[in-house]
C-alpha cells in the first residue's frame, strides 16, 4: 500500500552540494530528486513554496494554509541542511516549526459526508543534506569516543520542536555512560531518527518503514507538538 508523504525544507537553502543534474543546487533540487525516484504507489505533498513569508501571520491562518498539505498525509520527511534556520528570526516565524508541529498533532477535519475525522501523528523522519563541501559533519560527526567510535548529533543546528524529539526514547531505551561521562545511545533512540541523503536516496522505503514502526510504537517517546 502506497504512503502519503509530506517533505518539509527550506526551499532556497543553496548552502549544500550541487547534484549531478546542475550547477547551484538548493534544497528543493533535492527534494526534486527525491520525487524522482519515489515509488508510483506513493503520494508527495511539499511545504515551503518559495517566497513563502510568514512573519504577519495568525496562528490560524498559518493552519489554514498547512492543513491542506499535511493533514493527508502519514509520513514527515524533514531535510535538514546547513541553512534552513534563518539567522534572526524567531522559530514561530519560519516554516518548517510549524510543520513539523502540525504533523505530530492529532487533528479533525470533517469529511466530504460531514463526518469528525481525526488524523493520527505522522511518521517522522529527518534526512540530513550533505553541505557544499560534501560533508555532513555541520550535523552528523563521527567520534573516537567510547571503544567502538559514536556520532555526535549538533542538535543545536536545529529548530527546537525538532531537537526536543531527538533521543526521547523514554521506554526500552539502550544508553549508557562512556569517556567523560557522555552519554551514549545506541539502536532507535529518537521518534525524529537522522539519515544521511546519501543513505536515504538509495533505499527510502527502508527508513520510512522504520519511521512507520516508531509511529504504531509512539508511547514509548517523549513527543513535543508544540512551535
Request: glycine share 4%; proline share 1%.
Amino acid at each position: 500500500m502506497g504512503k502519503k508523504i509530506f517533505v518539509s525544507y527550506k526551499y532556497a537553502d543553496d548552502q549544500v552540494n550541487n547534484l549531478e543534474s546542475g550547477e547551484n543546487s538548493t534544497v528543493r533540487d533535492y527534494v526534486d530528486e527525491f520525487e524522482r525516484i519515489v515509488d508510483s504507489s506513493d503520494d508527495i505533498f511539499k511545504g515551503e513554496s518559495d517566497g513563502e513569508d510568514l512573519s504577519d501571520l495568525s496562528d490560524d491562518t498559518i493552519w489554514e494554509t498547512l492543513k491542506d498539505r499535511i493533514y493527508d498525509s502519514s509520513v514527515t520527511i524533514v531535510f535538514i541542511s546547513p541553512g534552513m534556520k534563518e539567522t534572526g528570526k524567531k522559530d514561530r516565524d519560519q516554516w518548517i516549526p510549524w510543520e513539523v508541529s502540525y504533523s505530530l498533532k492529532e487533528t479533525s477535519r470533517k469529511n466530504k459526508n460531514g463526518e469528525s475525522v481525526t488524523s493520527h501523528s505522522n511518521a517522522m523522519l529527518a534526512v540530513v543534506l550533505p553541505d557544499d563541501n560534501n560533508s555532513y559533519t555541520y550535523y552528523l560527526e563521527s567520534k573516537s569516543c567510547c571503544s567502538g567510535g559514536c556520532t555526535t548529533h549538533h542538535t543545536d543546528r536545529l529548530f527546537t520542536i525538532i531537537k526536543k524529539n531527538k533521543f526521547n526514547r523514554t521506554e526500552n531505551a539502550s544508553k549508557r555512560t562512556c569517556d567523560n561521562d557522555n552519554t551514549i545511545w545506541t539502536g532507535t533512540c529518537s521518534y525524529i531518527e537522522a539519515v544521511k541523503w546519501s543513505n536515504f536516496i538509495k533505499n527510502y522505503q527502508k527508513y520510512v518503514d522504520s519511521a512507520v514502526d516508531r509511529q504504531d510504537h509512539i508511547d514509548e517517546y517523549d513527543i513535543c507538538k508544540e512551535v
